[in-house]
């Protein structure tokens, strides 16, 4: 799945989040979508299953990949088949996963099993745990995703017209 150039796009999902439409997701690329504050809310992302590929690149207000409730907060979120994650050009990102106001480490609270491949590139106020996680991934697996302007035939992309 491709969400591309929606200047306007808010939230990925608005409510709880139904199983069928998000475990089946395999890759998601998000680029320039500068409204969005957060990508997923911690119940989107205890159903990302599939997930193997994460691509999030130039959204000017996102300040977090999963933002939890005070409710979810401490809750663990795994992310069991994430392989590849590329996180550029956030100059607002501050942490991973976690809530606004909240002091917990988010190392403690996600887990990528499977990664292989990480890069983390013009996120100057991420300092979260979680980035000293995937600098030490990527010392130890010095391979970076290459970003692409256009993804598979088979992978659908929401786009504005320019």
Known sequence: MRLENLGNLIKIWNGPAPCEI????????????????NLFTSGIAHHLHDL???????????????????????????????KKLALKKLLKLTRFYGSTGSATSDEEYIEFPLLEHSHVERCHIFNSP?????????NKQPVLI????????DTPTLSRRR
């Open 22 to 37: 998000f475990c089946h997701v395999k890759t998601l690329v998000v680029f320039e979508c500068n409204k969005l504050k």
């Open 52 to 82: 193997e590929d994460l691509s999030v690149e130039a959204c000017l207000r996102l300040e977090r990949v999963i933002e939890a409730s005070e409710e979810t907060v401490n809750d663990k979120i795994v992310l069991p088949q994430l």
């Open 130 to 138: 979680a980035k000293d996680m995937l600098v030490s991934m990527m």
């Open 146 to 153: 290459p970003m692409q302007e256009t993804g598979p035939r």
